[in-house]
């Protein structure tokens, strides 16, 4: 069983309805695990509610509340940390979001499901897949 945890595109995508990732969604989720991380709910979560839009809340309530929202401890900040001075010492910069939802995936051993991969290729220790 793998356990795969979701970017904030890939939620976006869904929450829109992109018929390829909720197809996806929905055959991984009958043989392994999904889960969102504490800052992919963070960034849907203002996203939805500058949309204001009511129906898309729903939807991503019911798709966390389902799979639960992980936490970030002491020991996903320290791997961010080491993430942050890896790229520095290759002068490579990403966003601060980006390095925490890869920590949270390294710490807990997740494949982070993404559509920017770019933004993570550089990033060690890291398993990550593209549904796109």
């Known amino acids: 069983m793998i356990i795969y945890s979701l970017d904030t595109n890939i939620v976006s995508y869904y929450l829109r309805n992109n018929s390829k990732i909720v197809e996806k969604v ?21 996203w939805l509610t ?6 898309k809340i729903a939807i991503f309530e019911k798709m966390y509340s389902e799979r639960g929202i992980g936490i ?7 791997i961010a940390s080491n993430i942050y001075i890896e790229l520095q010492k290759h002068g490579i910069t990403i966003d601060d979001t980006d390095i925490l939802i890869a920590a949270w995936c390294i710490q807990n051993d997740f494949t982070l499901i993404t559509n920017n991969l770019k933004h993570f290729e550089n990033i060690e220790h890291l398993k990550v897949e593209n549904w796109m």
Do not use: A, F
């Open 26 to 46: 929905d055959v991984e989720i009958q043989n392994n695990i999904i889960v969102i991380s504490p800052i992919v709910y963070y960034e849907i979560q203002n």
């Open 50 to 55: 500058k949309k204001n839009s009511r129906k």
């Open 72 to 78: 970030i401890d002491k020991n996903t900040l320290d």
